[in-house]
Nanobody, 126 residues
Framework: VRLVESGGGLAQPGGSLTLSCAAS????????MAWFRQAPGKQREGISY????????GYADSVKGRFTISRDNSKKILYLQMENLRTEDTALYSC????????????????????WGQGTQVNVSC
């Protein structure tokens, strides 16, 4: 299993970034996927998920209305489109796969996910 995130960088408040997560080594289309982030000195925070079957999505209140999760099963890539960025969005962003194939997972609770990528850093500042 391999998850490789990319697309992070420096953005200004109000700006946009799109993160990608390239998956390999497993049947991507059969797993719920999620994005997490961890800011310095804080615990890892689940921010969004997308299910494998009906592409249902969910968002944490902190990003709802600003971030959009999507997936391309043919390319095995997970995306996170981030708009109207805030300084508090500064963090290391990681993607993760659910623990079980074709499992009913509609959450970004960490205990339902078994593998994380190394992450891509997002810095939002003036």
């Amino acid at each position: 299993v391999r998850l490789v995130e990319s697309g992070g960088g420096l953005a200004q408040p109000g700006g946009s970034l799109t993160l990608s997560c390239a998956a390999s080594g497993f049947t991507f289309s059969g797993y719920t996927m999620a994005w997490f982030r961890q800011a310095p000195g804080k615990q890892r925070e689940g921010i969004s998920y997308i299910t494998w079957k009906d592409l249902k999505t969910g968002y944490a209140d902190s990003v709802k209305g600003r971030f959009t999760i999507s997936r391309d099963n043919s390319k095995k890539i997970l995306y996170l489109q981030m708009e109207n960025l805030r300084t508090e969005d500064t963090a290391l962003y990681s993607c993760a796969k659910a623990s079980y194939y074709e499992d009913f997972v509609e959450t970004y609770s960490p205990e339902r996910f078994s593998f994380w990528g190394q992450g891509t850093q997002v810095n939002v500042s003036c």
